[in-house]
């Protein structure tokens, strides 16, 4: 049975098994599926997560407290970045806008 899973017929690769009732395919899958959801969550595990285009209001803890239900975490920081508009005049130039970007922990 063995030799002829993954061949190709037609252009086609086929399966071939055992037949397997609907309890023992779906136990198969189920176990197939968890392994799967713990090799990613063992590759994200200690990984850094950067939020974008939080609301002003949004502190430490409430980060915190909002991304605990995914799991455990180590450390919470929210950074307010400012950037400051200035207008750098030459005299027979035209003026340059230069940005300056300051990261600030909350």
Request: hydrophobic letters at 35%; a negative charge; charged letters at 30%.
């Amino acid at each position: 049975m063995d030799q002829f899973n993954d061949k190709e017929v037609d252009g086609h690769i086929i399966y071939v098994g055992r037949a397997q009732k609907k309890a023992e395919r779906h136990a198969e899958l189920k176990e197939k599926f968890e392994r799967l959801k713990m090799e990613r969550i063992n590759r994200y595990q200690g990984v850094n997560l950067y939020v974008k285009n939080l609301d002003d209001t949004i502190d430490d803890e409430m980060l915190r407290k909002e991304f605990s239900q995914f799991g455990t975490i180590t450390s919470a920081k929210v950074f307010i970045i400012s950037v400051i508009i200035s207008v750098i005049d030459y005299e027979c130039e035209p003026p340059v806008l230069t940005y300056q970007l300051n990261a600030e922990p909350v």
